[in-house]
């Protein structure tokens, strides 16, 4: 599973969610969210759901994380997302695992 999620965050994630070409934009919309603030034109025009305000645990996890690390916002949401999406994987497969076989279990 580790592979998987290492492969989804780094391979498949850097051409959708991670693209260089709205890293801008990104950085906008966690600032918006962090510092409570709207962005002029909204949310949607660039991509977010108007109602991207109702989650803020983990903005405010990567803030608080870049204020100890001085780490990137952006490589910290990454990181954020692969320890997420490890355990996550994990537990779907050992719940797939009680119904089907371990090879129908990895499938999804």
Excluded at 28 to 47: D, K, M, T
Excluded at 84 to 106: G, M
């Amino acid at each position: 599973m580790g592979i998987v999620t290492i492969v989804e965050v780094n391979f498949v994630g850097d051409t959708t969610i991670y693209s260089l070409k709205v890293a801008n934009i990104r950085e906008e919309l966690h600032e918006s969210i962090v510092h409570n603030h709207p962005l002029s034109g909204g949310c949607v025009e660039r991509g977010a759901n108007d109602a991207m305000n109702i989650r803020v645990v983990i903005p405010y996890l990567v803030e608080f994380l870049h204020d100890e690390t001085g780490a990137r916002v952006l490589q910290i949401y990454k990181a954020v997302d692969l320890v997420c999406i490890w355990p996550a994987l994990i537990i779907s497969f050992a719940y797939l695992r009680e119904q089907f076989t371990a090879w129908e279990s990895a499938l999804p």
